[in-house]
């Protein structure tokens, strides 16, 4: 049902949406922007995650030769990767691999130390990167979204995503199948809009405003009794259109009568 939530967020999201395995943002004091995706597309735990990190110049949006730079992986605020010694690409662009990782969020931190061969104070990045388990979720792991918007994976909201897609949704295989296909997307833009909130106390309010009633209205499944497919099928396409009444007809007939208000 977290997926949902998601479903009706995108229409009201401020920036661009890419269903794509890329990142891009500017270091912390604007010198080089950084762009940052990984190999495989969508990586899984056991496996060999190779991160390709570009370094661009954002007045030429080119690739900027010879930096040197330090690499870390964290998760929970602790190193499981680096942090590496200050390394020198000629190209601007570069592939680190990093072995097996755990389901779970984990921040990737860039901090560029020199450029065209001469010091610079430190500029630093991070991105967050979501790493998956076979079925397609982080084992214990929330929203992105809705931690970004509340503070805290242990914020009461985030708690009952995190419930509602443990103990209701992926008891049943179509619940299974639709968090499976479904976090694919979803796991794809989530980190761009969970950095952005962070980034911008506005954004993160209006999401807050938005998503209030989406999970009032999710908070029923907490009171169902979910026994069989054809149950998880009924309560889900209910309660999306109960929410897309909330957030597309409800405001649709508003503006329509306003609209004819106005002309009168």
């Known amino acids: 049902m977290k997926s ?17 395995n890329y ?3 500017p270091s912390d004091k604007g010198i080089l922007n950084v762009g940052i995706s990984t190999i495989p597309p969508k990586p899984v735990p056991g496996e060999i995650t190779k991160f390709k990190i570009d370094f661009i110049n954002p007045k030429t949006e080119k690739i900027q030769i010879h930096i040197d730079y330090k ?17 020198h690409t ?63 994976e242990l914020s009461p909201q985030v708690q009952q995503l995190r419930e509602l897609r443990d103990n209701v949704v992926l008891n049943t295989e179509s619940g299974k199948s639709f968090m499976t296909s479904f976090n694919q997307f979803y796991y794809s833009f989530s980190p761009i ?35 069989s497919e054809e149950e998880m099928l009924g309560y889900g396409l209910s309660l999306i259109l109960l929410n897309v009444g909330m957030y597309f007809v409800v405001p649709a007939l508003a503006i329509t009568k306003w609209h004819n208000l106005r002309r009168k």
Do not use: H
């Not at 992986?73 to 990767?81: A, H, I, P, T, Y």
């Not at 209205?217 to 026994?227: G, M």
């Open 4 to 20: 949902i939530a998601v479903l009706l967020l995108i229409p009201l999201m401020l920036s661009p949406v890419f269903a794509q």
């Open 71 to 87: 690499f870390t992986l964290q998760r929970d605020g602790k190193n499981v990767f680096g942090p590496t010694d200050l390394i």
């Open 23 to 25: 990142q891009e943002s």
């Open 193 to 227: 809009v969970a950095d952005y909130e962070r980034e911008n106390g506005f954004f993160k309010e209006i999401v807050k405003i938005a998503i209030t009633p989406l999970l009032t209205s999710l908070s029923v499944l907490n009171y169902a009794d979910i026994n």
């Open 90 to 152: 000629s190209e601007g662009s570069v592939l680190i691999p990093v072995l097996t990782l755990d389901p779970g969020t984990y921040s990737a931190i860039i901090e560029i130390e020199g450029i065209l061969f001469q010091p610079i104070p430190v500029e630093v990045v991070s991105f967050s990167i979501p790493i998956v388990n076979a079925e397609g979720t982080e084992n214990g792991g929330g929203c992105l979204i809705a931690t970004a918007t509340f503070g805290s």
